[in-house]
């Protein structure tokens, strides 16, 4: 699978991978399916999931 850090930044969530990781620090980005909160930089995207970043800010990714 894909990092996540590389499909957010690319599809424009996060402006850059360092924003993308004080995000995770502060504990603000989740899995929006079981509420769980994803703090590894490194976390590979497997399966279809759907992210939450912040209050407003959504992702879902589909693995084909």
């Known amino acids: 699978g894909a990092a996540l850090v590389d499909v957010v930044v690319a599809e424009g969530v996060a402006p850059s991978k360092s924003e993308w990781r004080r995000l995770l ?33 959504f992702l879902k990714i589909s693995v084909k």
């Open 25 to 57: 620090d502060s504990g603000a980005v989740s899995n929006v399916e079981t509420s769980e909160k994803i703090t590894d930089p490194n976390f590979k995207v497997a399966a279809s999931i759907t992210i939450k970043a912040g209050k407003k800010r």
